[in-house]
């Protein structure tokens, strides 16, 4: 048996256009109604799912009422040479009575229940009019407040403003060259002073060192002399103890 033939209405019937750039996501709206006086389920399906999100994928028109579906192309390297392949199918079915489940009337709808429609896909990248046109629209907007100032003040001043503008940023960059030489300066000046000090400072701590080994170097050569003189005069005592003997 033959399939019922779609009763519902697509906004566009045939083709669903993307136009870039592509450079991010292009969404393409497809409007889909229910002109008859039953519930109908629906469901649209790709054949490129990596590709695009459908929102909503699948729900159900009511009687009388349209559902608009935003079909979003992700972003990819366009190539005008190739041609899309790309298409879609939206399938729908009556929606019984006495419908609880909307999956269980798909699973028990025959093949003769259901009805689809097919769309394919088209890539258009904006025309260089286009493009022209819109830079143009912006350009005039972001410059629109701007030429009544321009224009109230003489080619002249403006020349001079700019003139002193430039005088004004050169002193000021000899001005910190030169505040940046005299820290420098003052830096090696600070460093010699901190060797100076250090060098001081060792110096007053190396001479006690000394005057006080030298101190004890004299004690002990004061009491070498005293210690051979009392062994001199001690061997002296014993030689004339045995003379007079």
Known sequence: MARQEQVLQLEPPHE?????????????TLKLGNPTDRNVCFKVKTTAPRRYCVRPNSGIIDAGTSVNVSVMLQPF???????????????????????????????????EELMDSKLRCAFELPLENDKIRGSESNTNVSSAPVKPELSSLPKSASSSLDDGEVKKITEECKRLQMEVQRLREENKQIREDDGLRKRKVTSMVS?????????????????????????????IGVIIGKLVL
């Open 16 to 28: 669903l256009k993307f136009r870039g750039p592509f450079t991010d996501v292009v969404t393409a």
């Open 207 to 235: 001479s006690p060192r000394s005057s006080s080994s030298q101190a004890m170097t004299k004690e002990e050569g004061l009491s070498t002399r005293v210690l051979a003189l009392c062994v001199l005069f001690f061997v």
């Open 77 to 111: 390297d366009y190539d005008p040479n190739e041609k899309s392949k790309h298409k879609f199918m939206v399938q729908s079915v009556l929606a019984p009575y006495d419908m609880t489940d909307m999956e269980g009337v798909w699973k028990e709808a025959k093949p």
